[in-house]
T-cell receptor
Framework: TQLLEQSPQFLSIQEGENLTVYCNSS?????LQWYRQEPGEGPVLLVT?????EVKKLKRLTFQFGDARKDSSLHITAAQPGDTGLYLC?????????????FGKGTLLTVNP | DTGVSQDPRHKITKRGQNVTFRCDPI?????LYWYRQTLGQGPEFLTY????????KSRLLSDRFSAERPKGSFSTLEIQRTEQGDSAMYLC?????????????FGAGTRLSVL
């Protein structure tokens, strides 16, 4: 059983559309990170959320951490082809080792021009 | 800040050979991690160093795998007697504990193909 469930697994949209990616768990996380990964490269950190209910914005990307710190979402407004990539959420389980990140399987986003 | 550096970027080897990968973390980071990522999956934790001490090893890390961080700076990951199932992307990350939170930054990875 995956500790962090991401949905959808695949998403193909047209340029200009909006989308939301979800990251859900039954576990509480002390912090949660979102990364973007391109083929053949390592994950690049986008944001870290640590407080329940927290909302962070990064240009057209909006990240939200659930009130109970068990889930998170990533919303992209007016998607562009440059947003194409694998979006990964990763968290450190609260009360566990604060160094070990558990990753979801990722959402593979394709934005078509 | 030069980021986390991994070498080589790609390695092709024959089954049964030994391979070694190197990771140079961000210079002020005292924590270093190795992860493995296979196609269609997120990265999976392998092992973790704080300074030169290896503090945890995943059960994914069989006895053919060994990692070192001799001076608390760069790290090496060696795989002995490689198997086809070892084919994967090996990722290194580093971090500095700050404010109780541990934000990890990743290198570009080493892609291993075992023929």
């Amino acid at each position: 059983t995956q500790l962090l469930e991401q949905s959808p697994q695949f998403l193909s949209i047209q340029e200009g559309e909006n989308l939301t990616v979800y990251c859900n768990s039954s576990s509480v996380f002390s912090s949660l990170q979102w990364y973007r990964q391109e083929p053949g490269e390592g994950p690049v950190l986008l944001v870290t959320v640590v407080t329940g209910g927290e909302v962070k914005k990064l240009k057209r990307l909006t990240f939200q951490f659930g009130d109970a710190r068990k889930d998170s979402s990533l919303h992209i407004t007016a998607a562009q082809p440059g947003d194409t990539g694998l979006y990964l959420c990763a968290g450190a389980v609260s009360g566990g080792s604060n160094y070990k990140l558990t990753f979801g399987k990722g959402t593979l986003l394709t934005v078509n021009p | 800040d030069t980021g986390v550096s991994q070498d080589p970027r790609h390695k092709i080897t024959k089954r049964g050979q030994n391979v070694t990968f190197r990771c140079d973390p961000i210079s002020e980071h005292n924590r270093l991690y190795w992860y493995r990522q296979t196609l269609g999956q997120g990265p999976e934790f392998l092992t973790y160093f704080q300074n030169e001490a290896q503090l945890e090893k995943s059960r994914l890390l069989s006895d053919r795998f060994s990692a070192e961080r001799p001076k608390g700076s760069f790290s090496t990951l060696e795989i002995q007697r490689t198997e086809q199932g070892d084919s994967a992307m090996y990722l290194c990350a580093s971090s500095l504990l700050r404010g109780g939170h541990n934000i990890q930054y990743f290198g570009a990875g080493t892609r291993l193909s075992v023929l």
